[in-house]
């Protein structure tokens, strides 16, 4: 067999580091930073947002037991919880109006 040869070392794959790159200047905050994403099945589920919440850690063990048994994803057992809620909510209090914009 023959030698390998390793002459070229690290620069060889990593190119040449000596080169100063231009470094891109901070980009601009969006004025919004919410972003909402169009569900695969958007005119059965209409626009989804993302939304972090604090939640119980034994409730979201059974929310999570809840989808794996159920074969759903955890943001469909989370929508359906919230739909129900709604519902139980409107038949007790009427309709909910839309609460003022900061």
């Not at 057992?77 to 007790?92: L, Q, W």
């Given at each position: ?10 620069s ?19 004025e ?13 589920k ?5 939304a ?5 850690e ?11 048994w159920d074969?759903?994803?955890?943001k469909?057992i ?16 009427g ?8």
């Amino acid at each position: 067999m023959g030698k390998k040869s390793f002459s070229g070392g690290l620069s060889s794959l990593l190119g040449d580091t000596n080169k100063p790159e231009a470094i891109p200047a901070a980009a601009e905050p969006k004025e919004n930073s919410k972003k909402t994403v169009q569900a695969p099945q958007a005119d059965a589920k209409g626009i989804e947002t993302r939304a972090t919440f604090i939640v119980q850690e034994e409730l979201l063990e059974k929310m999570r037991a809840i989808a794996y048994w159920d074969r759903m994803l955890l943001k469909d057992i989370v929508n359906d919880a919230f739909e129900s809620y709604i519902t139980r909510y409107e038949k007790k209090n009427g309709e909910i109006k839309e609460a003022p914009k900061k």
